[in-house]
């Protein structure tokens, strides 16, 4: 269980930097 959770997470925080940087490339792109 502590695997699969451990996982998860990892997988979430994956999409959520993915997400997160891809909204920063956006703002950067705004700004210019």
Given at each position: ?32
């Amino acid at each position: 269980m502590d695997k699969y959770l451990a996982e998860l997470l990892g997988t979430f925080w994956l999409v959520f930097g993915d997400i997160a940087g891809a909204k920063k490339l956006g703002f950067s792109i705004k700004a210019i």
